[in-house]
């Protein structure tokens, strides 16, 4: 196979298209070429490998599409998929998975004792070589998955917990605000300190990150994390309640993923709750300031918010699976004040 059949694909949350177009711009040598509703597709590169510094990107793959490209056509012609495993493969790879209709097929069996052979790999469930063999609207696609992890799991995260943000997410949140020109970051009801992080590892012109929560325990998962990614000189935690209005001093941009339904305030008056946070962040941010926030609570947020003296500026919608297999909408929002 040679390079101009091949093509990067960008797999991305739903809904976060545009965020991943402008992060591209940091790769002057990769374009977009063709789009689907959860990927952006881009020019091959020798040094693909660098993609994984993307921050608004889920996975990275190395495809081949064409219409012949199902199942038993790779099964007769199996270098199509030995050229892009060969691309990828090296010694931090020990397992691989082919995902592919029809995977007990004599087809899918012999491509799987191939990569056995060839690439003196296991097959597993859990596997670290990503492979599929999917159709997709005018063509097959042949991929494998450049890194074993997600790049959206973070090395960081050594601390997760329940209703924590995705960080792709976070990224784009914050890629929303006009952050290269702030000084001064608040992240309220900060939990495992995804936004925060997110925002420091980005931004090193911004010198005030803060964050606050009133659960103890998300502090100090916070803390692992922010200690993990090196940035325990650079962001300072408070145990604070929103309804006690801690004085933090003034910031250019505040954030947050708002805390919703059960997990995370069971019996708590999430109108009540989202009211105080409003008002608290107008009086917390500065003139030219800008207010983001990540919510599933789309029509209560807006309500809140129409009361009070906030203007939408930006507004994405999300949408995807969590981590406990439920299909997710939520938004994310940019306000600033009104004049
Ligand atoms: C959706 S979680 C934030 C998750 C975070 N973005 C992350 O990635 O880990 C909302 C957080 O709000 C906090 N919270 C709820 N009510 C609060 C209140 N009244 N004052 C301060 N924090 C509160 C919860 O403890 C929780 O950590």
Same mark, same amino acid.
């Given at each position: 196979?040679?390079?101009?059949?091949? /093509?990067? /694909?960008?797999?991305?949350? /739903?809904?976060l298209q545009s965020i991943v177009v402008g992060e591209l711009h940091k790769f002057p040598s990769v374009h977009p070429i063709a789009y689907a509703?959860?990927?952006? #597709?881009?020019?091959f590169i020798e040094d693909f490998k660098i993609l994984t510094a993307l921050r608004s990107v889920a996975r990275v793959y190395v495809v081949a599409q064409d219409e012949r490209f199902n199942p038993s056509y790779i099964a007769n012609h199996k270098s199509v998929l030995g050229d892009l495993v060969g691309l990828v493969v090296n010694a931090e790879f020990k397992t691989f !998975? @082919? +995902?592919?209709a029809g995977d007990k097929s004599p087809e899918v069996? +012999?491509?799987?004792? #191939? @990569?056995?052979t060839t690439f003196k790999l296991?097959?597993?469930?859990?596997a670290d070589l990503k492979i599929h063999i999917a159709h997709e609207i005018e063509f097959w696609e042949v991929g494998v998955q450049i890194t074993p992890r997600p790049l959206s799991l973070r090395n960081y995260k050594i601390n997760n917990m329940s209703g924590a943000m995705d960080p792709t997410i976070a990224y784009a949140l914050n890629s929303l605000c006009q952050l290269e020109v702030a000084h001064s970051y608040l992240n309220i009801f900060s939990g495992s300190g995804t936004l925060a992080i997110e925002a420091a590892l980005v931004y090193p012109n911004l010198d005030k990150v803060i964050g606050f929560d009133f659960d103890k325990k998300h502090i100090s998962l916070a803390i692992g994390n922010i200690t993990e990614a090196g940035l325990i000189? &650079?962001?300072q935690l408070y145990e604070k309640d929103i309804f006690d209005k801690p004085d933090l001093g003034k910031f250019d941009v505040v954030v947050a993923d708002v805390p919703f339904g059960m997990v995370i305030s !069971?019996?708590?008056?999430?109108? $009540? =709750? %989202?009211?105080?946070?409003?008002? #608290?962040? #107008?009086?917390v941010l500065n003139s030219n300031g &800008? =207010?983001?926030? %990540?919510? +599933? $609570?789309?029509d209560l947020i807006l309500r809140v918010i129409s009361k009070s003296h906030f203007k939408l500026l930006t507004r994405l919608d999300a949408e995807f699976t969590s981590s406990v297999g439920a299909h997710l909408k939520a938004g994310i929002f940019v306000f600033a004040k009104k004049q």
């Open positions: 196979m040679t390079h101009e059949q091949l /093509k990067i /694909k960008l797999g991305h949350i /739903k809904g509703p959860e990927a952006v #597709y881009v020019n !998975k @082919i +995902s592919c069996r +012999s491509i799987a004792d #191939y @990569i056995t296991v097959e597993a469930n859990d000189k &650079r962001i !069971k019996g708590e008056d999430l109108e $009540q =709750l %989202y009211t105080a946070f409003v008002d #608290y962040s #107008y009086s &800008r =207010l983001a926030i %990540y919510t +599933s $609570q789309i």
